[in-house]
């Protein structure tokens, strides 16, 4: 069996890392620097910063552009680091490219603009002011139940025109559309949803971009590399067996965010508080997340 067809641009398994503050609330460069190499030693080819999971919302610029810094140094070339750059104004999104790009960052991360619903015309002149703003690799966020606009397969296949327009992290749960996509460009899809790594592997995606792999990078891995193997049998008993874990961090009420740095710290690992608005997770739900994080490891 052959692996998927797509470019893995970024490489295949990627986490969408939280950002580790302190006690206090403050950024946790020493945290973010161990929690990095511990997600690449564990298999993650690449990690996504300030993202969703990364509490982009609640960190400011210049935090967003000293924690790229922080875990570029610590991964070295093992590992790429994606930038997530995107915001609801094209030319603050544009800015934080430019510092993303600076700070020693591999690629970038935009997620379509979000609250003023833009039509699909200003959808694609977003991002193609942003691919030409800096030299790095970009990769489209396409999240509808987040931001209020999907990104129309017609406007990707537009999009994927664009020489620094590379790779999709999908999570709009329309696989017609995503393999009409597919089928028509040479954009690397990751799936940014846990429940679908295999699904999206299997039909030529690239790989994932994943916020449950912040607690269990290794055995997500193995999803893709039982497949890679030419053992399709073994990835889906994986892929269900990871399940109880995905649905509890990801389909259980709470952010992943939260699931997530419940998670590490109970494990002693970096991560610590939330930023308001967000609240830390309950011990009955960190209780039920260690459950199914020890039945998976």
């Given at each position: 069996?052959?692996?998927?067809?797509?470019?893995?641009?970024?490489?295949?398994?990627?986490?969408?890392?939280?950002?580790?503050?302190?006690?206090?609330?403050?950024?946790?460069?020493?945290?973010?620097?161990?929690?990095?190499?511990?997600?690449?030693?564990?298999?993650?080819?690449?990690?996504?910063?300030?993202?969703?999971?990364?509490?982009?919302?609640?960190?400011?610029?210049?935090?967003?552009?000293?924690?790229?810094?922080?875990?570029?140094?610590?991964?070295?070339?093992?590992?790429?680091?994606?930038?997530?750059?995107?915001?609801?104004?094209?030319?603050?999104?544009?800015?934080?490219?430019?510092?993303?790009?600076?700070?020693?960052?591999?690629?970038?991360?935009?997620?379509?603009?979000?609250?003023?619903?833009?039509?699909?015309?200003?959808?694609?002149?977003?991002?193609?002011?942003?691919?030409?703003?800096?030299?790095?690799?970009?990769?489209?966020?396409?999240?509808?139940?987040?931001?209020?606009?999907?990104?129309?397969?017609?406007?990707?296949?537009?999009?994927?025109?664009?020489?620094?327009?590379?790779?999709?992290?999908?999570?709009?749960?329309?696989?017609?559309?995503?393999?009409?996509?597919?089928?028509?460009?040479?954009?690397?899809?990751?799936?940014?949803?846990?429940?679908?790594?295999?699904?999206?592997?299997?039909?030529?995606?690239?790989?994932?971009?994943?916020?449950?792999?912040?607690?269990?990078?290794?055995?997500?891995?193995?999803?893709?590399d039982a497949f890679d193997a030419g053992d399709p049998t073994e990835a889906q008993r994986l892929q269900q067996r990871a399940m109880e874990l995905i649905e509890l961090m990801m389909g259980a009420g709470l952010p992943g965010t939260v699931t997530s740095k419940a998670v590490l710290g109970a494990l002693g690992l970096p991560g610590g508080p939330v930023r308001a608005p967000l609240l830390p997770a309950g011990r009955e739900a960190t209780d039920g997340l260690?459950?199914?994080?020890?039945?998976?490891?």
């Amino acid at each position: 069996m052959t692996s998927p067809s797509s470019a893995p641009v970024f490489g295949r398994a990627l986490c969408a890392m939280v950002t580790p503050f302190t006690d206090d609330g403050l950024l946790d460069l020493d945290g973010a620097q161990r929690l990095a190499a511990r997600l690449v030693d564990g298999g993650c080819d690449g990690l996504v910063l300030s993202g969703t999971t990364g509490e982009s919302p609640t960190t400011s610029d210049g935090e967003k552009s000293v924690l790229v810094r922080a875990v570029a140094e610590a991964v070295g070339d093992r590992a790429t680091v994606v930038a997530g750059v995107g915001s609801f104004a094209t030319r603050h999104t544009v800015e934080l490219a430019l510092q993303a790009e600076k700070a020693g960052a591999d690629g970038l991360l935009v997620v379509t603009p979000y609250y003023s619903k833009p039509p699909q015309a200003a959808v694609e002149a977003h991002f193609r002011e942003v691919a030409e703003a800096s030299g790095l690799p970009l990769a489209l966020y396409d999240i509808p139940g987040r931001t209020g606009t999907r990104i129309e397969p017609e406007t990707m296949l537009r999009l994927a025109e664009h020489r620094r327009i590379v790779a999709v992290k999908d999570c709009a749960y329309d696989l017609m559309g995503t393999q009409k996509v597919l089928a028509r460009t040479d954009l690397a899809y990751y799936t940014g949803c846990d429940e679908y790594i295999l699904a999206m592997y299997a039909i030529g995606g690239a790989g994932y971009i994943s916020t449950v792999a912040n607690a269990v990078p290794r055995q997500l891995r193995a999803i893709i590399d039982a497949f890679d193997a030419g053992d399709p049998t073994e990835a889906q008993r994986l892929q269900q067996r990871a399940m109880e874990l995905i649905e509890l961090m990801m389909g259980a009420g709470l952010p992943g965010t939260v699931t997530s740095k419940a998670v590490l710290g109970a494990l002693g690992l970096p991560g610590g508080p939330v930023r308001a608005p967000l609240l830390p997770a309950g011990r009955e739900a960190t209780d039920g997340l260690m459950t199914a994080y020890e039945a998976l490891r």
